[in-house]
């Protein structure tokens, strides 16, 4: 019998809206994700330190476990800091990094993971993989998705802006990472996923062309919206492939070969995108892409965050070690650092003309 429906990993719960983590007890008793309230939080050192005096008071029956920075050490210590504690569910409050060591650290013990967002710098708020820092550098490592995702708007706005805005640069590189998927399909028969493009290129498409900005409810709704549909496709396919591409090869460079001046990843893969879509001769695209960075505040160009243009080049060239079998116009046109730095100086004029 042919199978007709599959099944979509995703949230039970998504909460997008202002005021939401006041609810947040109510939530999780109700969705029966903890009827007891024996939790376990783990915080960021700054976002989710302010609100535990909040919602402590609320969860006499949870334990608090402050997070120290993103890494795989800091997950395997949280994990075995709750081991044997029997705990209904691990939450995640904080940020990217604080959300990313949350699930890792909740796939390690088997305990199910509910994120709480305080800012939207990257589209891992629902996905399932943590990305991590090791000692190798940074790693992605698959994780279930959150069982809850919870982003209250008031805690977002407190946000600082350059977090938020760097969710936008994000988002919005879904639209080069699914031209590099469709490549790969053109060139190796690398099978697509419909459903899953077809949620990140909503995504991506939807922040792209919203008129609004960060100082806009409707705006940040739609940005939320993006990053968890975002995360939710790349539950579908099994990868990350309808989010990353040379886009984020670029990133992912920066990191690696200048891990202590790396500026937030949404600003790196939002300069990437537009200079991939450049490399593939999307002029329109790559331009469309460059002017709404510009109006978000987003850099378009690497000196914007402190590269020169030789450190540029060097990124490129080097970033399809970082992702060894996944093609993108990167692999496909195999620049070398000259031609690399002749793109460059054409994107350059392209977005400024």
Not at 17 to 32: F, H, P, T, Y
Not at 68 to 94: F, P
């Amino acid at each position: 019998m042919p199978v007709l429906t599959r099944l979509i990993p995703s949230p039970v719960v998504v909460d997008i809206r202002g005021g939401a983590i006041a609810d947040l007890a109510v939530l999780l008793a109700d969705q029966r994700i903890s009827t007891s309230g024996k939790l376990a939080f783990a915080v960021s050192e700054g976002s989710g330190l302010k609100l535990r005096d909040r919602l402590a008071p609320e969860l006499p029956g949870a334990d608090w476990y402050p997070v120290h920075g993103g890494t795989i050490d800091a997950a395997v210590k949280l994990a075995d800091s709750m081991r044997g504690k029997r705990y209904d569910a691990v939450i995640g409050l904080g940020g990217g990094k604080i959300i990313d060591v949350t699930k890792y650290a909740a796939a390690r013990v088997g305990l199910p993971m509910v994120a709480v967002a305080t800012n939207l710098s990257h589209d891992g708020l629902c996905s399932p993989v943590a990305t991590l820092d090791n000692d190798n550098g940074r790693g992605s490592y698959g994780v279930p998705t959150p069982i809850a995702l919870v982003i209250d708007l008031d805690v977002i706005r407190e946000a600082p802006a350059r977090y938020v805005r760097a969710g936008i640069g994000d988002a919005i590189s879904n639209l080069s990472a699914l031209a590099d998927w469709e490549l790969s399909h053109r060139e190796n028969s690398e099978p697509i996923d419909g459903l899953a493009a077809a949620m990140a290129r909503s995504a991506g498409e939807s922040v792209l062309r919203h008129p609004g900005g960060i100082g806009d409810d409707d705006f940040l709704v739609t940005l939320s919206e993006g990053l968890v549909l975002t995360g939710i496709a790349m539950s579908i396919s099994g990868d990350t492939r309808p989010s990353s591409g040379a886009c984020h090869e670029i990133s992912h460079a920066f990191d690696l070969l200048h891990p202590q001046r790396a500026a937030a990843h949404g600003e790196q893969v939002g300069i990437g995108a537009a200079f991939a879509m450049h490399l593939r001769g999307a002029r329109e695209e790559s331009g469309l892409i460059a002017e709404t960075l510009r109006r978000h505040g987003l850099p378009v160009l690497p000196e914007e965050i402190g590269f020169t243009e030789p450190e540029f080049v060097e990124a490129v060239r080097y970033a399809p070690q970082t992702r060894p079998g996944r093609f993108t116009i990167l692999e496909h046109l195999d620049l070398s650092a000259t031609e690399i730095r002749d793109a460059y100086v054409d994107y350059v004029k392209a977005i400024s003309s």
